[in-house]
């Protein structure tokens, strides 16, 4: 069964702290993994695809990685509108078009 | 409009109500999709339909009809609900089964409320 993990639930830094968030997954087969992030009452928006393990992405502060098992977003020198919930979520090869999805972690960063 | 547009953006329903949830796309995708997000869970994936394939997902009560008129527009009929169908239900749309650079686009969802 497929499935993804992500750690922490939740994260509270100051601003300007850079920290790391964890996806953890198990698939058949990858056919790419993606980073959302939502902001309360809306729907999650699209920040990166991940499709092979030692590819970079990057947007402003926030760099996604990817190895063969997990998957990091690198969060630098926060802002407070960087506050959201990030959601992983992963296509696996035998899925059509079905995306897994994460738990999130809540991400707060403080001035 | 752009993007995917969903209505109404929150909803009071009595558990003997039924109401529609409905969801346009303008992104000329050719898959669209159901998920509800509770407190505390990953989002569940409801229901897909694309040219592909139409899912009925075994595992989500006959309370939940799913209708999909055309490439569009997405409908979520809902009767009889119980208080923990309480939830964010979104609505997504993708290209369809070639295009994944951009995973989904989700709209801003319906917040339901059962009492």
């Known amino acids: 069964e497929d499935q993804v993990t992500q750690s922490p639930e939740a994260l509270r830094l100051q601003e300007g702290e850079s920290s790391s968030l964890n996806c953890s997954y198990t698939?058949?087969?990858?056919?790419?993994l993606f980073w959302y992030r939502q902001d309360p009452g809306k729907g999650p928006e699209f920040l990166f695809t991940?499709?092979?393990a030692g590819e970079e992405k990057e947007k402003e502060r926030l760099k996604a990685t990817l190895t063969k098992k997990e998957s990091f977003l690198h969060i630098t020198a926060p802002k407070p509108e960087d506050s959201a919930t990030y959601l992983c979520?992963?296509?696996?090869?035998?899925?059509?078009?079905?995306?897994?999805f994460g738990g999130g972690t809540r991400v707060l960063v403080k001035p | 409009e752009t993007g995917v547009t969903q209505t109404p953006r929150h909803l009071v329903m009595g558990m003997t109500n039924k109401k529609s949830l409905k969801c346009e796309q303008h992104?000329?995708?050719?898959?669209m999709y159901w998920y509800k997000q509770s407190a505390k869970k990953p989002l569940e994936l409801m229901f897909v339909?694309?040219?592909?394939?139409?899912?009925e997902n075994n595992s989500v009560p006959s309370r939940f009809s799913p209708e999909c008129p055309n490439s569009s527009h997405l409908f979520l009929h809902l009767h009889t609900l119980q208080p923990e169908d309480s939830a964010l239900y979104l609505c997504?749309?993708?290209?369809?089964?070639?295009?994944?650079?951009?995973?989904?686009?989700f709209g801003s969802g319906t917040r339901l409320t059962v009492v």
């Open positions: 992104l000329g995708h050719n898959a």
């Open positions: 991940l499709y092979s």
């Open positions: 997504a749309s993708s290209p369809g089964t070639g295009d994944h650079n951009y995973g989904y686009t």
């Open positions: 979520a992963v296509l696996p090869e035998a899925a059509g078009n079905k995306l897994t």
């Open positions: 698939v058949s087969g990858l056919r790419g």
């Open positions: 339909y694309s040219l592909e394939e139409r899912v």
